[in-house]
């Protein structure tokens, strides 16, 4: 079978895209991490992650499985340090936040592996881009991200994507300093901190989405010097976002309630915390 296995990846490179797409299709059962062949896949990463990235670039069908691969194969941190390329990456910005895209969703899953590996997440902190007028202003990729991850709530955006895994990619970018700082900064291009619009989703019936938001939340709380703005009603105001999964209808003193955000205050009857 390793034998089959070489001469298919040989075929990722030929000059007839109905070749390489094929030999990528046959190649997919090998990619998850239970397959016993996946070992092989990543021993010859330099050479099938150069294939793959390029085959990301053709018709969507192809596309698909490509990065469908790159997804099964990129939790290993040797894939995820071969897909430390620029050109690449921005090309799956693009992917992400053109609002017809089909491979949206596809290209944030595949952005949350790659976002393991740090110097990727400085790679995203520091990208420009042009401006797009139906999306965002601003040249920051990583702004066009958090738009994208906001208004693209419940398919509002673009209506093949739900950008759920964006959650993760700002989870992992969080996780350094740059990145905090980055999330609390009002920004150039309205005056916003990336991080008001994302904490709106804390109570999201979307597990993945939900996770990334409160990740992204517990990591900004270790910036220490941003504490009084992250409390502020005035500034971040991100305590009710943080206190509203816990609550649930408990009846409290009225002395203690008057102390509580008001969007605390409003809960209805029904309230549950989330589990």
Known sequence: MEQQINELMGFLHESSLEVRAIALEHLMGFTPKASEYQPLLIANRKTL??????????????????IKALINLSGDPRIQQEL???VFLK??????TIPTSVLADPACMLLSNM???EPLCVQLLTFKTNPMPNLCQSESILDHL???????????????????????VFSNISGIRHGRVYFLTPSLHDALAPLTKLQIFSEDDNVIRRGGVDSTIKNCCFE????????????LNTLPFLLLPLCGNEEY???EFEQFPEEIQLLGDDKASVD
Do not use: W
């Open 253 to 255: 003193d009225m002395d």
């Open 115 to 117: 976002t393991k590996h």
């Open 91 to 96: 090309h799956l910005c693009l992917l992400i």
């Open 84 to 86: 430390e390329d620029a």
């Open 224 to 235: 220490t010097r941003q504490h009084e703005a992250i409390l502020d009603c005035e500034q």
């Open 146 to 168: 958090v738009e994208a991850f906001h208004r693209g709530h419940k398919r509002a955006y673009n209506s093949a994507a739900e950008f759920h895994f964006l959650g993760s």
């Open 49 to 66: 992650c150069t294939d793959l990235k390029a085959l990301c670039r053709e018709e969507p069908m192809t596309a698909h499985n490509a």
